[in-house]
């Protein structure tokens, strides 16, 4: 009963967290296809948008990526899975300093950042100390990768339950034009 019910807590706040600690809404696709210079390969067709496609010869622009991506994440899951927890550590760190960055805050706004931000440190922490766990090559049970999910969720649950104070108490302070960054700060504008 109290998993269910951590588990239907933790997918209510999660779905309504800020970005700030939300994983970036990018379009990983066009960003994949701009980075494709876009020329012919041998043996590729161009399809009726102008689109290279994978031919009788190698892979065009539309292919490329998506094989890319394939690979890319093929070896990410074969990587230690102590590292992967504390590069996505790492990563929601860099969020963090963007959207601060971003925001260009002014001297009343800078106290309540602040104590956002030592609130996520702290919960990051804890979650470090949960990736230290994590031993590479390790042959676990089923029963062990849940006990150690419920373990993960229940931390980044409780980091998101602190962190709503200080992150209302900020919300409140920002102007119409930070709100909006803050909504979705990895929205081009």
Not at 134 to 150: C, F, H, I, N, W
Not at 178 to 185: G, L, S, V
Request: net charge positive; proline share 6%; with cysteine.
């Amino acid at each position: 009963m109290r998993r269910t019910l951590l588990a239907a807590a933790l997918a209510a706040t999660a779905a309504i967290t800020v970005p700030v600690f939300a994983q970036p809404a990018a379009n990983t696709d066009t960003q994949t296809d701009q980075a494709v210079p876009a020329t012919p390969q041998a043996g590729g067709d161009q399809d009726a948008g102008g689109q290279w496609t994978r031919g009788r010869g190698g892979w065009g622009m539309r292919g490329w990526p998506m094989m890319r991506r394939g690979m890319w994440r093929g070896a990410a899951m074969r990587a230690d899975p102590q590292q992967r927890c504390i590069d996505r550590l790492a990563w929601r760190a860099a969020r963090r300093a963007y959207v601060e960055a971003e925001l260009n805050l002014t001297t009343e706004q800078r106290p309540l950042w602040d104590k956002l931000q030592s609130t996520a440190q702290a919960a990051q922490q804890k979650e470090r100390q949960l990736c230290q766990l994590l031993k590479p090559g390790e042959q676990s049970t089923v029963l062990d990768r849940m006990d150690r999910a419920q373990q993960f969720l229940s931390a980044r649950l409780d980091a998101v339950q602190s962190a709503k104070p200080a992150l209302q108490a900020l919300y409140q302070a920002l102007t119409p034009e930070q709100r909006a960054i803050m909504d979705h700060p990895f929205r081009r504008q």
